[in-house]
């Protein structure tokens, strides 16, 4: 079974642009989650997707925004793009009916904001 | 707030040994989950191991077992009879809730294997 998917993997892109990256689940899976990870905050959480619906959201600015397809794939957005903005942003996929909700996550897409 | 502390910047083993990494939580919940994630420097986040917090077992999973004190909210990893492959970045998480996917995650620790 393939894992989950992201693409792109590199981006570069400049301050005040704006960025969409996309998540495809394993086959299977219905919820989505996004993390980003930077040196200095380390790994946080983005958002949560079930099922097309924003379950959960982390504390980032409205800037950032997402959504979930009946497919179950699912896209984050980044609008008017900051330098603090460059991290890997890392997608989570989880089978949603096992008691441990683990979670199995892509290979990232690197963002570098010039 | 839930929390996870992972003590240990860096470590060092040497090719077969066995090595601890530490983990200590923080919650009021009962019911919570744990886990283990490994890092390569490729990025991506490879599942190792979850532990319950009513499960009156340690996992284990392979050459991999958490190490779960309850009443210390600890929950180490134990990798024994390390491989040049098991170096890579090592984080410990905590589910937010029951029936959250969100993952609160320490600070890592970066494990260097030594042939």
């Known amino acids: 079974k393939a894992g989950v998917t992201q693409t792109p993997r590199y981006l570069i892109k400049t301050r005040g642009q704006q960025v969409t990256l996309s998540c495809s689940p394993i086959?299977?899976?219905?919820?989505v989650s996004w993390y980003q990870q930077t040196p200095g905050q380390g790994l946080q959480f983005l958002f949560e997707?079930?099922?097309?619906?924003?379950?959960n959201k982390g504390n980032f600015p409205g800037r950032f925004s997402g959504r979930q397809f009946s497919n179950s794939r699912s896209e984050m957005n980044v609008s008017t793009l900051e330098l603090g903005d460059s991290a890997l942003y890392l997608c989570?996929?989880?089978?949603?009916?096992?008691?441990?909700?683990?979670?199995?996550f892509g290979p990232g897409t690197r963002l570098t904001v010039t | 707030a839930q929390k996870i502390t992972q003590t240990q910047p860096g470590m060092f083993v040497q090719e077969k040994e066995a090595v601890t990494l530490d983990c200590t939580y923080d919650?009021?919940?009962?019911?919570?989950?744990l886990f283990w994630y490994k890092q390569p420097s490729s990025g991506e986040m490879i599942f190792l191991i979850y532990?319950?917090?009513?499960?009156?077992q340690n996992a284990t999973e392979g050459r991999y077992s958490l190490n779960f004190q309850k009443a210390r909210k600890s929950a180490n990893l134990v990798i024994s009879a390390s491989q040049l492959g098991d170096s890579a970045m090592y984080f410990c998480?905590?589910?937010?809730?029951?029936?959250?996917?969100?993952?609160?995650f320490g600070s890592g620790t970066r494990l260097l294997v030594r042939p």
């Open positions: 989570a996929s989880s089978l949603a009916e096992t008691a441990t909700y683990e979670q199995y």
């Open positions: 086959s299977g899976h219905r919820s």
């Open positions: 997707y079930f099922s097309e619906t924003q379950r």
């Open positions: 919650t009021s919940d009962q019911s919570y989950g």
């Open positions: 532990q319950g917090s009513y499960d009156e």
């Open positions: 998480a905590m589910r937010e809730k029951d029936s959250s996917y969100k993952l609160i």
